[in-house]
Nanobody, 123 residues
Framework: QVHFAESGGGLVQPGGSLRLSCAASGFTFSSYAQSWYRQAPGKERELVAIITRAGYITNYTDSVKGRFTISRDNAKNTLYLQMDSLKPEDTAVYYC????????????????GGQGTQVTVSS
């Protein structure tokens, strides 16, 4: 059974940092491209960052480039999102999601997804 344990969310002031983690089980984590999505109240789901199976290629939505870093540890079956210089507009529920190809994740498709962790950026 596929399971994701997402953690690291919380309340942070503007300019602060958070590190999200997503520990996966129930499938071969290293064989899947991984991603982080977010969804803010009243807005559509947005692809934030994506990483290939071995972690050599990453991609980010323009609004987080230079501030967020996606990474993975295949030995620990864990995906990370380091978020720096956080802004109020980063407030959302953040989800990890996996697909068997990088291209499918780019197109918005995924095979497995987590339950999400809340990130709130506010003073």
């Amino acid at each position: 059974q596929v399971h994701f344990a997402e953690s690291g969310g919380g309340l942070v002031q503007p300019g602060g940092s958070l590190r999200l983690s997503c520990a996966a089980s129930g499938f071969t984590f290293s064989s899947y491209a991984q991603s982080w999505y977010r969804q803010a109240p009243g807005k559509e789901r947005e692809l934030v960052a994506i990483i290939t199976r071995a972690g050599y290629i990453t991609n980010y939505t323009d609004s987080v480039k230079g501030r967020f870093t996606i990474s993975r540890d295949n030995a620990k079956n864990t995906l990370y999102l380091q978020m720096d210089s956080l802004k109020p507009e980063d407030t959302a529920v953040y989800y990890c999601a996996s697909a068997n190809t990088y291209t499918r994740l780019l197109s918005g498709e995924y095979d497995y997804g987590g339950q999400g962790t809340q990130v709130t950026v506010s003073s």
